[in-house]
Structures are given as C-alpha cells and as structure tokens.
C-alpha cells in the first residue's frame, strides 16, 4: 500500500529522489491539513478523500472526456474543493470529535465509491493514460537539464515540479496568514465563540478553510498521479491522511515550514527502513514502516506535542 | 462513613433513575418503529428475502453492538473516542487465532484466552498511555492522535507478527441450519449470536443492577462530581477498560469466527461502523450503543434488498454522517449533552 515509490534499483542518487518526490508530494497534502487543523482548529480527517477526489476527476476529465490537462487540472480542483464545501457544510458545526469522524466516514465513502463505481472510476482496475501531457513536459524538462549538465535522473522533473509547487502553495498560505482572513481563522481556533462575538462567521471562515485544504490535497492528489501512472483505490487509501498527521505533528502545528521538515524527516526514516536487511515479507516490511507511523505519533503526542518546530500552545485546542 | 456511603448511593441512584426514566419509553419507540420498517419490507420484498436480511442483519448487529457499547462506555467515562478501538477486536481475533491455530486449543478456550488478554492489554493501555497523559493534562487532540498512533501500532504490529494473508479460525463454516421455513444461518453464525446476545444482556445487567455499573456511569454522567461522591474513579476507569477490552476482544473473535476469514485491517474496516452504532445509540449511552448496534447491522443488511452488497458499507457511514446530521445526541441520548 505505501510502496508506491516502485523503483527499479538504479542507484542511490535516483532512490532519494524518489523519497524526495514522495515526500515533496506528502508535504503539500499536509499544507492543507496544517491550514485546517493548525490555523482553523479543524481536526480534518478526510483529507485523502479530497486527494482522490481531485485526482480521480483530473484523470476522468482526460481519458474519459478528452478535456485538454489545461481545462482539467482547474475544473478537478474545483470538484475537490467543492466536495470540500459539501463535506464542510454539515460537519464544522459538529463537535471536534464528530467533525473529526464525519470527515474520515466522508473519505471511506470516497473510497467505495471509487471501488464499486467502475463505470466511472475503472474500479480496481483503475485510471491509465492521464499524464501524456507531462510525458511531452518531461521529456522537455530533461532536454533542458541534460543542456545544463543535470539530466541524467529521470525524477528530476517530477522533483522540481512537486517542490516548487510546494513552496509556491506555502508561500500563499503564510502570506494568508498575516491577511485578515488568516487572523480571523486564528481567531476562530483560539476561541469561536470571541469570534463570533466580534460579528466574523466562525461557521463561513471553517467551510473556507476545508474547501481551500481540499483543493490543495487535489494539487497533492495530481502530483501522486505523475508519480505512480496509474490511479486506483490503493493509491489515495483514505488512511493516508494519518501519514499527513504524523507529519503535520512532526513538524509542529501552526508552522507552515515545518510540513516540509516533519515530511523529509518521516519519509526518510521510512525509506531507510530498506537498507535495514530485514528478514521480512513485503507485507512485513510495510506494516512495519506504519508501525513507525503510528509510533511517531504516539511519541510526539506524548513527550513533545508541539513537534520539533512548532510552539508548545499551538496543541491547546479547544474539543 | 456510613453518612458518606449514603450520600453515594443517593448521587448513584439518582443517575440510575434519571437514565431508565428517558430512555426506556424511546427505546419502546425505536424497538416498535424497527418492527414495523421489517414487516413492511416482508410486504414489499417478500418473506423470504426480507425475513433473511433480517436474519443477517441480527448477526451482524450482535457484533456491531458487542464492539460499541466498549467505544461508548471509553467515551463516556473519560470523553476519549477511542480509534484504537477497531484494532482491540482485530487483537482479540488474533490472539484466539494463536491459540486455535498454532496452540491447537479448542476454539472455546481461545476465545476465553483471547477475551482476557484483550481487556489486560486495554487496561496495561490505560496504566502506561492514557493515566500519564491525563495527568499532564493532555488536550483533545492530543489524545485523539495518540488513539490513531495507537491504532497504526496495533494493526501493524499485528501485521508484522502474522502477515497479511487471510487466516481462518478452526471453525465450521459449512454446515447450517434452517428454519422458520427457509431462513437459512450458519451453525457457527448461530451460536456467535447466541454468545453474543447472552454476553450484551450480561453486559446491560452489569451497567443497570451492579454497583460497578452504577459507578460507570456516574463517572459518565459527571467525572468530577462521581468523584467528590467518593467514587474511587481509576478503579472505575481500570473496570472500563477492562469491560472495553473485553468485549471488544470477543467481538473481535465472534466476527473471525462468523466471517470465516481474518486479516489485519478487519477491525479499524469495522471501526466507523461502530462510531455509527455508538453515535446512532446517543454518544457515551452504552444501551444506546447496544440499540444501535443490531439498528445498523440491519440497516446494512436490509439495504442489500435494494442496492449491491458491496455497497454495504457506505450504507453504514452514510447512516453516520446522517445521525450527526439530524441527531447527534443520538436515537437514545438526551438532548443538550456535551
């Protein structure tokens, strides 16, 4: 399930890269969880239903509707975001509790959709034949790098791709930060009812919130796409999104730089668990590299709750 | 100390009285209404499909309600929504799968074996994790992601011990028995049911009649105030876990046993469909939690009369987001609760 980095053994140099990729990718699905759990308040645990809603109506668009990736990438973004606003509509007036179990039911739904609607999805066969566009960039990128002397890692483009990305979505989210929009979603998280008091409409600001978030994890959701060529059920399982958590608690809550810190820092404690010569089965090797998900999780939450970035009030939340 | 003693008995049954009084009329209601939706379907499908979905519906329910009234006693007594929860039953299921498979011990013994080991682990949980954490004033989130840690570690350290392949228990799961005219269960699917539905009635007698019941749900109803009644709390909080533990150990057997196949992720599969029967039961309200159970095992299966069964679960998680929607007190739980 989370081997999706399938690489042939072609050397070091190409592995990390890949864990770079991944973790590229893992950091901005987490940027939306830190907009809704660290600035909003809002324990989000859908996020990888938005992923594979964002990514599943990019590749329908493409292959089954012929839409140009230009036309697609905006419109399937849209779908997440709206499915955002659809999830967040009934569940931010919910207690942290129930919004939290609401949003992760919202995700499972995802998933058996995309299970048992083949007509649409592919089922578990899945979605092929989406990334032709990215192929002609690809091949662009490395004839570009290759001119400059950089061109011998295939994932170099997918690489500078996702990281730019990365940085262009945390840009944008700091500098929302300081607008009056970001204050009020501070405000909210500190104390809604004080918010409300000051006439903002706590309950507005939230479903912003969760529709931005899924946006951004439908950015996460094409990027994955590229990286594994296929889209199928397994590949946005809607237990993912406690990856994104142990990251997002890793990193710190509140602190937008240190989705990518807890991301690299995670991803490459998982990934070496490949040069440990185990004696274990694939199945073995995976659950152990979850086991260390959730250790990470219990581990931060126990000894130091504010991540190694974040700030120790930033975990005050309120239920 | 005699005036003390009195004065707890008097908070205790003042809850006692207050909980039977609201919920025993709804309860009427709900049981009446749940009647009538299977007799309409009879009418509507036929009996026999009908009559058989019912049938399964029971079965699955006996689970649903065995693994969430252990979710909504956690919940009520410390305010912690447990997603380790799922994972206890997949821990319960694994451990009689030790002892039948590799052990060859009878499944019975197995499932006793499995049951205590399961509530000593909840309660080991509760000494090591959740007690420290409690005494450092952890927030709401924090105890939600040290479940969800908790979760991940259970279910894959299970994985990583015995793989993923699918593993059955030694049980028969070919023969069954028909009645009624045409209804067919599995004999090992009866007698899962039979255990089960004997074990939540013992488990109602527990929290209405004993004083430990009493006591739970004191702590449910008011921590503070149980306490300050003299309540000893973390002995009431160890028999939570351990009462949690347990059935969610045996449930966890009951569905290996009925199901017929095991793997890892079979608990946290079933988990949302116990947040569904805890939150369709009123949050915190064990019978609501029992109610809700067998409610939404025949909620997925008379669903099947209408739409494909791999759809079942969906069913389950749109009921769920449809209780908090309408309901989120629950069918059972008072309204105002927080």
Aim: aromatic fraction near 8%.
């Amino acid at each position: 399930m989370i081997d999706m980095i399938s690489l042939a053994p072609l050397g070091q140099a190409d592995f990390w890269l890949g864990v770079g990729v991944v973790a590229g990718i893992y950091s901005i699905f987490t940027l939306g969880l830190q907009l809704n759990v660290g600035l909003t308040g809002i324990v989000n645990l859908g996020q990888a239903g938005f992923m594979a809603i964002g990514a599943y109506a990019m590749a329908i668009l493409i292959v089954t509707y012929h839409w140009p990736p230009w036309l697609a990438l905006p419109a399937a973004t849209f779908v997440a975001m709206l499915a955002g606003v659809v999830v967040a509509l009934p569940s931010v007036r919910l207690r942290g509790d129930y919004l939290a179990m609401t949003t992760l039911a919202a995700a499972e739904i995802v998933q058996n959709v995309a299970q048992n609607a083949i007509g649409l999805t592919g089922g578990n066969n899945g979605l092929l034949g989406f990334d032709a566009a990215w192929q002609t960039i690809q091949v662009w990128m490395l004839g570009v790098l290759s001119a400059v002397g950089l061109g011998n890692e295939d994932q170099i483009p997918l690489f500078l791709v996702v990281w730019l990305t990365f940085g262009i979505i945390m840009l944008i989210l700091v500098a929302l930060q300081h607008t009056p929009w970001g204050r009020v979603l501070r405000a909210i998280r500190e104390d809604e009812d004080a918010a409300g008091a000051l006439g903002k409409n706590a309950y507005a600001y939230k479903v912003q919130s969760m529709a931005l978030a899924a946006g951004i994890g439908a950015i996460a959701g094409y990027l994955l796409a590229l990286n594994v060529t296929l889209i199928y059920p397994g590949t946005y399982s809607a237990d993912f999104t406690f990856i994104g958590f142990a990251i997002l608690v890793l990193g710190g809550l509140g602190r937008f730089a240190g989705v990518a810190l807890g991301s690299i820092l995670l991803w490459f404690v998982l990934e070496a668990t490949r040069f440990v010569d185990l004696p274990l089965a694939a199945d073995q090797v995976a659950a152990l590299r979850l086991l260390i998900v959730g250790l990470v999780l219990i581990l931060v939450m126990v000894l130091r709750p504010q991540g190694i970035a974040g700030k120790r009030e930033e975990m005050v939340l309120r239920g | 100390m005699s005036s003390t003693a009195s004065a707890e008995d008097a908070a205790l049954s003042s809850v006692n009285h207050e909980v039977s009084l609201s919920t025993g009329s709804r309860a009427l209601v709900i049981g009446a209404a749940t009647i009538a939706v299977a007799l309409l379907l009879v009418a509507v499908k036929g009996y026999q499909p009908a009559a058989q979905a019912t049938v399964n519906g029971l079965v699955t329910g006996t689970f649903f309600a065995l693994g969430a009234v252990g979710l909504a006693l956690v919940y009520g007594v410390l305010r912690l929504v447990n997603f380790a929860h799922g994972d206890f039953l997949t821990f319960g299921a694994y451990i009689a799968l030790a002892c039948n498979t590799l052990l060859s011990l009878p499944i019975i013994i197995a499932t006793v074996i499995a049951t205590v080991t399961t509530a000593l682990m909840a309660a080991l949980l509760e000494l090591l994790l959740w007690r420290p954490m409690r005494t450092r004033r952890a927030g709401h989130l924090q105890l939600l992601l040290t479940a969800i840690g908790l979760a991940y570690v259970i279910r894959n350290g299970i994985q990583l011990v015995a793989g993923a392949d699918p593993r059955s228990l030694r049980v028969n799961v070919t023969s069954a028995v028909s009645f009624l005219g045409g209804l067919r269960l599995g004999t090992t699917e009866l007698a899962v049911v039979l255990v089960g539905l004997v074990v939540l009635v013992l488990v109602a007698i527990l929290l209405s009649a004993s004083r430990l019941g009493r006591e739970m749900r004191a702590l449910a109803d008011n921590l503070n105030l149980a306490e300050v009644a003299g309540v000893n709390t973390g002995r009431v909080i160890i028999a939570t876990w351990l009462v949690a533990g347990g059935l969610a150990g045996l449930a966890g057997v009951l569905v290996g046993a009925a199901v017929g196949v095991l793997t890892p992720n079979f608990g946290f599969e079933l988990l949302l469909g116990l947040f569904a029967a805890t939150i369709l039961g009123g949050i915190g309200n064990a019978y609501g939690a029992l109610a809700g159970g067998l409610l939404l095992g025949l909620a997925e299966e008379w669903s099947t009369l209408f739409i494909d069964p791999s759809w079942k679960l969906a069913v389950g998680f749109v009921i769920l987001i449809l209780t908090l929607l309408i309901r989120p007190n629950g069918l059972l739980g008072r309204p105002g609760l927080k």
